[in-house]
């Protein structure tokens, strides 16, 4: 039980502009689960993009079963029986699971004996109860499914070193469940795991050491049953942290947004928002719980104009904003974060500067006599950086490079110093650690106590419980009830977002 | 039917499958390039280096085998200029495969000047297959051809084969679609690029070669006459499928080889606006398969034109 069988020791990476792994060392024990904790851009997948050999240390060395090791490819990796589950999982979508399977295999001649892998799938599938047909395309399975298929890769090329990095970030808590079952059945059978989060209470549950990566070095490494979840946390974040947030009296203001009877189609062409009404208020947040694939999206789009609306009105402040463009219901007051940053909210190759000014770089100061003077956009851009805290590499790298946290703080930074009537946040927090969540947060609340109206959507219940003062269930483009956060019991609104209740009563 | 009708249509249609294996070679070479990850603007270029060497060496052993197969190589080695700026240096696809494009027109005009008008003394022969070409009207149209028709057959069907049973071909298609998943698989990406891109060179050559030492048989400058960008059409009509794309070289060598036919039985319409039909026809096949391959989203391969470096994030 006690034999190492992974080592890495003073292992240092640098990219360009940052230090991602400092003097890293780290071990992992035969038959053992250890998870790597650490903020978002703390190193973790680096380091064991690393011991996968897509990338190459700097300095260090990495010891296997007692042996130094060079891993320079993913190939070699998996010589030394190390399987690694990307964080962006590592299919290809246009193949079938046992053509993804067979992916680089060296073992075999020209041709793929199909035969013989699919029946190897399948004996991995029923033996961990998978249920994956190997000639299914990729694109066609859910998240859990592509999920299991990248450990069916692992197990076929006969892992007996399991890295899974950030699994359970795209799992609901039901299939984070069933994945830690298949965990545990693995360990049973001898093999070890490194496995890869932020969230503090599968940590406690799955773990037997935990090791802290904060800011590219090593924290600490501690048994679970010596630690607290509140010491992990400050262990992870350098201070205390808080698991609720202090909220002021609510003060309400009068009606800023009415959606009345709304209705709009999706991309696939069907009825994703049906006659759906609601009010915000100014100096409140009103949360929109659901589960995913409710109309919630296509909600946050029809309002701030990137959707046509069919049917109904949204008003805003007593005006008519109904298919106008988007840049009029911006300038109107309606300012968006949207679902996915890197997509929509932000522009990947563009710098910092450039990003910040994407609202404001065509009037003044920013822009003068048609000209955009550069001078006023970064300072303007360095004053919001300041603002908020955001860590950047440098101002004029490519947004792409900073982290989740400072990415969504940019953003929120940008959409909320246009000073807006309404704030519409889709899934502010997701995929952040619990430093940025927390800011993030902290930063809603301000603004609604400054009398901004929220439009919050967002499938992380706790979230919605947590900053909410009237909470809106959503289900199948309807909303089911408004309730109030006094009146609001996570049971009653579990079953509403399951669709049990008849509509509005 | 009468007797001269039939004999006409068979000229004809086995006319159309030669004009079409001038296309079919690179357009089958360019959909392996682009399954890869590589597009390659530059064909036009290679298909006329390899018509220039083809007839060079041809005229000059008297040996059009060799010539074939000379012309093919030598496409072969112009594409490695693209795969070396695409694939190392990573640099812009489009602007290096037209740069290479530039660059075989530009350098067969020069050193063609002095062949122009020459005709080749020996030229690749039709053979007929015993028993195959017997058979009515599909004979003599398919099985009394040379042996690099016969060949172009073979291939469409390996090739075929390749892409969708061996593991060559499920890696070049996940290194055109997910570098980053194929690299992290442990295959070569850059390696399976430059494989394809030289096998798209070779192709084009060789489809440039048969149209010096077999079809044409003489030597004229700007020859290939613009194939090279009917193959780049060609390659989304047939959606990067290789049976599809013998289908599409046939169509428009069939448009080719009527239009030679007319032009020779003395027909009113201006010669200029016969030889313009194939470039309307690559717009309205354009338009046809982006139709389709929208409406049964078959997309280009998702990484085609991008470069892939393992630590870029
Ligand atoms: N390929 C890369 N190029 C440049 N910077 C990178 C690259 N990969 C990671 N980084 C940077 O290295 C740091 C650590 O990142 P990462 O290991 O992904 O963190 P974690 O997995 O803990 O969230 C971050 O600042 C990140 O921006
Ligand atoms: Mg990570």
Known sequence: MDEIIVQAKGITKYFPGVLANNHIDFELKKGEIHTLLGENGAGKSTLMNILDGIYHPDEGEIYIKGKKVHIQNPFDAMANSIGMIHQHFMLVDTLTVLENVALGLKSQGLYIDKKEISKQIETISKKYHFNINPYSKIWQLSVGEQQRVEIIKTLFRKAEILILDEPTAVLTPQESEDLFKILNQLLKEGKSIIFISHKLDEVMEISDRITVLRKGKVVGTVHKKDVTKGYLAKMMVGREVLFSLERKPLKRRGEVLKVKELEAYNDKGFKALKKISFSVFGGEIFGIAGISGNGQKILAQTITGLRRATRGKTILNDADITNASPKVIANKGVNYIPPDRLKVGLIPNLDTTENAILRSYDREPITKRNFIDHQKAAEYAKSLIRKFNIMVPRIDAPVKLLSGGNMQKLLLAREIAERPKLLIAVHPTRGLDVGATEFIRKQLLKERDNGLAVLLISEDLDEILMVSDRIGVIYEGQIMKVINIEDAERNKIGLLMAGVNSPKN | ?313
């Open chain 2, 1 to 313: 039917m009468n007797v001269t009708a039939t004999s006409i249509l068979i000229t004809l249609l086995a006319t159309t499958v030669r004009s079409g294996t001038i296309l079919l070679f690179p357009t089958i070479g360019e959909i392996f390039a682009e399954r890869a990850g590589i597009l390659n603007l530059g064909i036009e270029g290679m298909i006329i280096i390899g018509a220039f060497f083809g007839f060079v060496v041809s005229y000059t052993t008297q040996n059009p085998y060799l010539g074939f197969v000379v012309g093919m190589l030598a496409g072969g080695i112009a594409s490695l200029i693209h795969a070396f700026i695409s694939i190392t240096l990573r640099g812009n696809q489009v602007v290096s495969g037209l740069a290479l494009t530039i660059f075989g027109l530009g350098i067969t005009s020069f050193y063609g000047q002095k062949w122009i008008n020459n005709k080749l003394p020996e030229s690749i022969h039709a053979v007929a297959i015993p028993g195959l070409s017997k058979i009515p009207f599909i004979g003599p149209v398919f099985f009394k051809q040379d042996y690099i028709v016969y060949f172009s057959y073979i291939l469409v069907l390996v090739m075929w084969l390749i892409l969708y049973k061996t593991k060559p071909g499920i890696h070049l298609r996940a290194a055109g679609q997910n570098a980053r998943a194929a690299d992290a698989m442990g295959v070569n990406v850059n390696a399976t690029r430059y494989f394809w891109t030289f096998f798209g060179g070779l192709m084009a050559g060789a489809g440039g070669a048969y149209l010096t030492v077999a079809y044409a048989t003489f030597w004229l400058e700007g020859i290939t006459a613009g194939r090279g960008w009917i193959a780049v059409a060609l390659v989304i009509f047939a959606m990067w499928n290789p049976v599809n794309a013998l289908i599409g070289a046939y169509l428009f060598g069939g448009i080719d080889a009527l239009q030679f036919q007319l032009q020779a039985s003395g027909t009113t319409i201006p010669s200029s606006l016969l030889s313009m039909q194939p470039y309307l026809l690559t717009f309205i096949i354009i338009i046809i398969a982006t139709l389709i391959v929208r409406a049964r989203h078959l997309g280009a391969p998702k990484e085609l034109g991008t470069p892939y470096a393992r630590e870029e994030k």
